[in-house]
């Protein structure tokens, strides 16, 4: 392979250069290493976790911090990104955001305590969150000159995310057999090098606009306030019990900075997030479409990591490997969900993808969840689960796309991820609180519960689906 010839764009503020093929190949290289380790450090824990709970002497409620800090920090802090792209300049906030995640990843790797790990996964997730929006701003000024061959980019980018969140729970798996569960962050570090490195070689500097709008500083400290103190206190409210301080006041935060955010997005200027965007049906539909599944499938894979070692008896490596046909289901259903979007519009995909996933969990909780339960049993379930996400989630993508004029495309994007984010982590703290007391027996049911529940919001998702506009090719 000959080595990354820098790529030749002009400046902001005149037209985009075409950019050779080769040079557009290594600038979507750099920016799938970006999100590989991003959407790879989303599940790449949850087999780790009962290591690191016997290792730290951490309870449940404190592992489900190991999972729920990372996407709390990526999700709040989402919107505010692209804000700082404008300002900074893409290039310059990727570059950063990889070093972030490099420097959190070697603290997570050296946790003395619970605690610790916690602290330095939410500063994964900030570094996330800078990654993500500037290597969508760095395809999209690197393909401007072809809109065929951005599709093409973006679609490569998003398979690369696919595939990664789908082999975290193996490649955990594997990385626990050989070197414990430091190793599942200690191998971040040589990704983010290489992107970094190849960024700085192919990525041409991109200017920070002119006139960039006022950063909502208010608005993202509130959010930060009303998700930390409503996730802290749904993860602290069964060990400690609702009247417990700690968990009153983390609702009553929520509640309290969760009104003066709206009143705040509702007044200033250049909101971080437009409320006017859910007076659409779609945009609004859809939004609610990606916080069931992300729910639904967070707190999921968060309780069958415990399950499978747990009750079933696996070992690290053989609950990762368990995990195995997510990743290749996920593949074929995103090549075939492309296909039906284009014949078929972005409905129907949508509400197929979302009774597929349903009957997935309920095979897999009515049939795979048991104490003499075997791998065939639950296969059906691992199998039909990433089958509807892989159908839905593109068709999803593009319903929000479509809902809101081009300029705002970024912005609404950025809606979806951190509404998907923060669904993810309400899942895993919901779903987890099922399971926190030491499991066997009667602690099946907690699972059970959990398969219950992912399946009613699975067909209600199926019904938001439906309401989405059918076009939107």
């Known amino acids: 392979?000959?080595?990354?010839?820098?790529?030749?764009?002009?400046?902001?503020?005149?037209?985009?250069?075409?950019?050779?093929?080769?040079?557009?190949?290594?600038?979507?290289?750099?920016?799938?290493?970006?999100?590989?380790?991003?959407?790879?450090?989303?599940?790449?824990?949850?087999?780790?976790?009962?290591?690191?709970?016997?290792?730290?002497?951490?309870?449940?409620?404190?592992?489900?911090?190991?999972?729920?800090?990372?996407?709390?920090g990526f999700a709040v802090f989402l919107l505010s990104a692209g804000a700082l792209g404008d300002k900074f300049g893409s290039k310059r906030l990727f570059l950063a955001g990889f070093l972030l995640f490099a420097v959190a990843s070697a603290a997570c790797g050296l946790s003395p305590n619970a605690t610790f790990l916690n602290i330095a996964r939410a500063i994964q997730g900030i570094g996330a969150a800078l990654l993500v929006p500037s290597s969508l701003a760095i395809l999209n000024r690197a393909c401007a000159h072809d809109k065929k061959l951005l599709a093409k980019a973006i679609g490569l980018w998003t398979a690369a995310g696919g595939v990664s969140i789908a082999a975290g729970p193996v490649l955990g798996g594997l990385l626990l057999a050989i070197a414990g569960w430091r190793s599942i962050f200690w191998v971040n570090i040589p990704i983010?090098?290489?992107?970094?490195?190849?960024?700085?070689?192919?990525?041409?500097?991109?200017?920070?606009?002119?006139?960039?709008?006022?950063?909502?500083?208010?608005?993202?400290?509130?959010?930060?306030?009303?998700?930390?103190?409503?996730?802290?206190?749904?993860?602290?409210?069964?060990?400690?019990?609702?009247?417990?301080?700690?968990?009153?006041?983390?609702?009553?935060?929520?509640?309290?900075?969760?009104?003066?955010?709206?009143?705040?997005?509702?007044?200033?200027?250049?909101?971080?997030?437009?409320?006017?965007?859910?007076?659409?049906?779609?945009?609004?539909?859809?939004?609610?479409f990606g916080v069931f599944v992300n729910f639904s499938y967070y707190g999921v894979i968060f309780v069958i990591s415990f399950y499978l070692q747990k009750v079933q008896g696996y070992n690290p490596m053989q609950a990762g490997l368990a995990f195995l046909p997510l990743t290749?289901?996920?593949?074929?259903?995103?090549?075939?969900?492309?296909?039906?979007?284009?014949?078929?519009?972005?409905?129907?995909?949508?509400?197929?993808?979302?009774?597929?996933?349903?009957?997935?969990?309920?095979?897999?909780?009515?049939?795979?969840?048991?104490?003499?339960?075997?791998?065939?049993?639950?296969?059906?379930?691992?199998?039909?689960?990433?089958?509807?996400?892989?159908?839905?989630?593109?068709a999803m993508t593009t319903s929000i796309l479509s809902s809101v004029e081009k300029a705002r495309a970024g912005t609404a994007s950025a809606v979806l991820n951190t509404a998907r984010q923060v669904g993810g982590a309400f899942g895993v703290a919901v779903f987890g609180a099922l399971v926190s007391d030491s499991f066997g027996g009667d602690a099946l049911t907690g699972v059970k519960i959990a398969m219950l529940t992912a399946t009613i919001l699975l067909l209600i998702a199926a019904g938001m689906g439906y309401l989405v506009r059918p076009g939107g090719k």
């Not at 250069?17 to 949850?46: E, H, M, Y």
């Not at 909780?365 to 839905?392: E, K, R, Y």
Request: glycine content about 10%; overall charge neutral.
């Open 328 to 394: 290749g289901t996920f593949i074929l259903s995103n090549l075939v969900s492309g296909w039906l979007i284009g014949r078929a519009g972005i409905r129907l995909p949508m509400v197929l993808g979302g009774f597929i996933g349903a009957l997935g969990y309920g095979l897999l909780g009515s049939v795979g969840i048991a104490t003499d339960a075997s791998f065939l049993q639950m296969l059906p379930g691992f199998v039909l689960i990433p089958a509807g996400m892989g159908l839905a989630v593109p």
């Open 192 to 288: 983010c090098i290489l992107g970094f490195m190849l960024t700085m070689r192919v990525v041409p500097a991109m200017a920070a606009k002119q006139h960039t709008h006022s950063f909502d500083f208010l608005g993202q400290v509130l959010a930060i306030f009303a998700l930390t103190g409503l996730v802290g206190a749904v993860i602290e409210l069964h060990p400690l019990g609702l009247g417990h301080p700690l968990v009153l006041s983390g609702f009553c935060l929520a509640v309290v900075a969760g009104a003066a955010f709206i009143m705040v997005e509702k007044k200033v200027a250049h909101p971080m997030l437009p409320l006017n965007f859910f007076h659409q049906t779609s945009f609004t539909a859809a939004v609610l």
């Open 1 to 72: 392979m000959t080595s990354p010839q820098p790529v030749q764009v002009l400046d902001s503020a005149t037209a985009v250069a075409k950019v050779p093929t080769p040079a557009v190949g290594w600038t979507i290289a750099a920016s799938s290493f970006a999100f590989i380790i991003v959407q790879l450090d989303i599940t790449i824990v949850n087999v780790a976790l009962p290591q690191i709970g016997a290792d730290l002497n951490a309870r449940v409620s404190a592992l489900q911090w190991v999972v729920d800090a990372y996407t709390l």
